[in-house]
């Protein structure tokens, strides 16, 4: 998730296990390791653009380096904390803080490698969005007034509604799923690869993306909280194609090597933007919930194979975007009125 959260969640979870004279200190240094697993957003090369998205949630972020990243805050940490705290005990907080920092974003559409180095598969539980004001809300809550109370019933009970609210989250993603294969059934599509997911800060509104007869098949479903569910038919865009597409590519070019690396960060729902022929998009992602343009991509340039892919982000934030998705958020269109937008 995002980065604030991250830090929230690490000083919630060391204070959960702080005696009441240490919550201060503890706080402080498991804000600082739920930090600290997401440093490998530092991890890029000017000459490689793809290099940063590879390595974002990577090794940091598995449950093997947990230990060890723990050991990096403690001893970042120490020359200014070792007045305060034990060696044993900073290490304890910072061991507490850092400890799910792979597994929360594992519950997000990304991927992590919660298994390397055992298993290169990004794990995306899609239950929750990247982004998602209310349950980073429970955990500063409960972050601040922990730290005002002596007894750790505050940060016990911040995780608690997290662990609840997760429990919603799966409750709402099996119903956007059910939703989801009924409409496929209805197409006659036959689905090798469907995800559904959370869209931007809520879990009403949900994307789903799919792959049938070469195509990939983008819609949008709202379930209520009242069951007033709707689906917000969306358009379909042919898949990407190595071999059809750039037959002429040479596999031994780098940028044969960059578009086969951008489909596996992709899980291959990845095909060309319709408003930019020459960008290979990542079809997971869009600004809209049921649109077909990505929210990033890579640059193809035939002409230069042997120069790497330039990674580029595509938000559009016009007044017209933001509408149409509080739109469809909120119930006020119907199935087909809220996708047009000029």
């Known amino acids: 998730m995002d980065i604030l959260t991250q830090g929230l969640l690490g000083g919630v979870l060391a204070q959960a ?3 009441p004279q240490e919550k201060k200190t503890a706080t402080l240094a498991g ?5 600290l697993a997401d440093l490998d957003i530092l991890i890029r090369s000017a000459d490689d653009p793809l290099l940063a998205i590879e390595y974002h949630r990577h090794f940091t972020h598995s449950l093997v380096f947990i230990p060890f990243g723990a050991a990096i805050a403690c001893l970042i940490l120490w020359p200014w904390l070792r007045r305060h705290l034990p060696a044993g005990r900073l290490y304890l907080f910072c061991l507490a803080g850092f400890s799910l920092s792979g597994v929360l974003d594992a519950l997000t559409s990304y991927g992590t490698l919660l298994f390397w180095p055992f298993f290169e598969q990004r794990v995306a539980l899609n239950l929750i969005a990247i982004i998602d004001p209310l349950f980073t809300a429970i955990l500063l809550a409960g972050l601040l007034l922990g730290l005002g109370l002596p007894a750790r019933r505050m940060a016990l009970g911040a ?42 800060g809520n879990l009403l509104l949900w994307r789903s993306v799919y792959v049938h007869a070469g195509r990939i ?24 194609d190595r071999h059809s597409d750039l037959p002429g590519l040479d596999p031994d070019s780098t940028l044969f090597g960059d578009i086969r690396r951008f489909e596996r960060f992709s899980r291959g729902f990845v095909a060309f933007d319709p408003e930019q ?11 809209l ?11 193809i340039d035939p002409a230069r194979p042997q120069q790497h892919a330039d990674y580029r982000f595509f938000r559009d934030s016009r007044p017209e975007v933001r509408e149409t998705f509080v739109n469809m958020l909120l119930g006020r269109c119907g199935k087909v009125d809220c996708l047009q937008v000029p």
């Open 17 to 19: 296990v702080a005696r």
């Open 31 to 35: 804000l600082f390791a739920g930090l």
């Open 159 to 200: 995780l608690l509604l997290c662990a609840g609210y997760l429990g919603f989250a799966g409750i709402q993603q099996q119903r956007a799923q059910a939703l989801m294969a009924e409409v496929v059934a209805e197409r006659s599509h036959t689905p090798s690869q469907h995800v559904v997911k959370p869209t931007l």
């Open 217 to 240: 098949q983008v819609d949008a479903v709202r379930v209520g909280l009242l069951a007033d569910n709707r689906v917000y038919p969306g358009d379909s865009v042919p898949r990407f």
């Open 277 to 287: 022929p020459a960008v290979l998009g990542d079809m997971r992602y869009s600004m």
């Open 289 to 299: 919930p049921a649109g077909v343009r990505p929210l990033w991509g890579i640059v």
